[in-house]
């Protein structure tokens, strides 16, 4: 099989052929149909997150969706043939072991879920991190109801979806998003209001906030904004710290919670709603060949989405 090797920090990746994997009798083995390239592979490469990985040199990709070709002994939940994704875990695939930048990966059991026929691959890889992760934003902590009025700071890759989750959950939502590019996506999507600011909505009475952007200046707008006993999620890291108003906080009685990546139901929650047709992420396709060239445009912020390899 092919696949895209990294090396070192700040090396450039090496195409190489290796054997085709074998499972072992808890695994399975992935024929990659598309794998999703997400800028913690960026910061991999650069050096940021590269302790995290299990060896050098390996096989980045945590974002990968497929066919199932091969199960081991003791494999119950799959059969060849089955269309299948891996969540994004640290002990999982791109990370602790070779992930999915080849065409095929060898995964343990316990950690695939399934793809639904109604989700196209190219859609079921990038689900496997960023949309998961919008979904614990939006529904395990934000708690968000039909009818319920949500302000989404930062429409990106991660804050469009989350818009989404939360309009087919039926709430009425409102983006706060700097680059007036994206506000026609936005309108397109039929949120009930865009601006620059989340302040400007305040007079809506905004049950729940989630702050993709994380500029610290984000989250304080976010309580200015959110209503008397509302909810804040904050999952965006673009700063380490930020200044609050305390008496804000205490006065309105907030809830002020942390979000991060997601576990593997999330996943198949995420998934279900997918297979509706209503949630689906703004895909760059790319191929095979061109993982490399687009980890770098990554890098540099060249990748008006999601960046996704079809093989």
Not at 35 to 48: I, M
Not at 62 to 78: L, P, Q, R, Y
Not at 225 to 245: D, F, N, P, Y
Request: aromatic share 6%; proline share 4%; charged share 25%.
């Amino acid at each position: 099989m092919r696949a895209w090797q990294f090396n070192e920090v700040n090396e450039p990746f090496t195409l190489v052929e290796r054997e085709d994997p074998k499972p072992g009798a808890d695994e399975i083995v992935i024929d990659v149909k598309a794998s999703g390239l997400c800028h913690s592979d960026v910061s991999f490469v650069d050096g940021t997150l590269t302790p995290l990985l299990g060896y050098r040199p390996i096989i980045l990709g945590h974002e990968t969706a497929g066919v199932v070709s091969a199960v081991g002994a003791d494999v119950t939940a799959f059969a060849v043939g089955d269309r299948v994704g891996i969540p994004a875990v640290t002990e999982g695939p791109g990370t602790a072991v070779d992930g999915g930048f080849a065409d095929k990966v060898v995964v343990k059991a316990d950690l695939v879920v399934r793809v639904p026929d109604e989700v196209d691959f190219s859609q079921a890889a990038p689900a496997m991190d960023a949309a998961r992760t919008s979904y614990r934003a939006l529904v395990t902590f934000g708690r968000v109801e039909a009818g319920q009025n949500v302000g989404i700071i930062g429409f990106g890759g991660l804050g469009s979806l989350g818009a989404q989750i939360a309009k087919e959950l039926g709430a009425n939502v409102y983006v706060a998003e700097i680059n007036e590019k994206a506000w026609d996506d936005a309108k397109d999507l039929g949120v009930a209001g865009v601006s620059k600011d989340i302040r400007d909505f305040e007079d809506r009475g905004l049950d729940v906030i989630v702050d993709f952007a994380g500029f610290g200046t984000t989250t304080a707008s976010a309580v200015d904004a959110i209503k008397h006993g509302g909810r804040i999620v904050q999952i965006g890291l673009a700063r380490e710290e930020a200044t609050l108003s305390m008496q804000q906080v205490i006065l309105k009685e907030i809830t002020i919670v942390g979000a991060a990546n997601g576990e593997k139901s999330e996943a198949e929650e995420v998934l279900r709603l997918m297979a509706g047709g209503n949630i689906a992420s703004k895909i760059v396709p790319i191929t095979f060949e061109q993982i490399p060239e687009y980890v770098d445009k990554l890098a540099k912020g060249e990748v008006p989405g999601r960046a996704v390899a079809i093989l």
